[in-house]
């Protein structure tokens, strides 16, 4: 079965970092583009970030843009969102997803990011 | 960037009933090369992540029933479940692939009269 796991959400002040990551079972991520989409308490979902099969093109949301990171380690099968400078409304539950194509068809339970003092 | 914005918010079906989504986006997500709608549709249950139910605005995934269907083309689109059915109780979501950034609508909430 294909699936994605993600990893490393937590409790952190505003501020703070964390680095998120997405584990695969069943498929090489680094045949697809991979993509972090979150959604904040009682909101709908966001797209954050994605990243190429290659890693030579990343696209952000304007929001995180300077703050976040995607990656991957292409040898582990692993992609990242190294997350820095996290506010308060950056609180999310964040999805690790995989793009058929274009398309985002295989997401992970996601990990939870609470920033609060 | 592309806005798609959903109406209406939530809405209330009898069972076996149809309920209807719609979904706007600020600028047209077909692609003239390929005739393609750069439009899906997710469903979402509390508890679970997102299910992919319909890509290029009317393709439906392997497994889903076929009484949801999806339409439209260019800037308006819709979601159409023919027969509600009590495990459709979930959050329906459009989002455009047309271009970064990826955007999604705000989500229509689908309840049981």
């Known amino acids: 079965e294909v699936q994605v796991v993600e990893s490393g959400g937590g409790l952190v002040q505003p501020g703070g970092s964390l680095r998120l990551s997405c584990a695969a079972s069943g498929l090489s991520l680094s045949t697809y583009w991979m993509n972090w989409v979150r959604q904040a308490p009682g909101k709908g979902l966001e797209w954050v970030a994605n990243i190429k099969q290659d890693g030579s093109e990343k696209y952000y949301v304007d929001s995180v843009k300077g703050r976040f990171t995607i990656s991957r380690d292409s040898a582990n099968n692993l992609v990242y969102l190294q997350t820095n400078s996290l506010r308060v409304e950056d609180t999310a539950l964040y999805y690790c997803?995989?793009?058929?194509?274009?398309?985002?068809?295989?997401w992970g339970h996601g990990t939870t990011v609470t920033v609060s003092s | 960037d592309i806005v798609m914005t959903q109406s209406p918010d939530s809405l209330a079906v009898s069972l076996g009933e149809r309920a209807t989504i719609n979904c706007k986006s600020s600028q047209s997500v077909l692609k003239s090369s390929n005739k393609n709608n750069f439009l899906a549709w997710f469903q979402h249950k509390p508890g679970q992540p997102p299910k992919l139910l319909i890509s290029w605005a009317s393709t439906r995934e392997s497994g889903v029933p076929d009484r949801f269907s999806g339409s439209g083309s260019g800037t308006d689109f819709t979601l159409t479940i023919s027969s509600l059915q009590a495990e459709d109780v979930a959050v329906y979501s459009c989002?455009?692939?047309?271009?970064?950034?990826?955007?999604f609508g705000g989500g229509t909430k689908v309840e049981i009269k």
């Open positions: 989002q455009q692939y047309y271009s970064n950034p990826l955007t």
């Open positions: 997803v995989r793009s058929r194509g274009w398309i985002m068809d295989v």
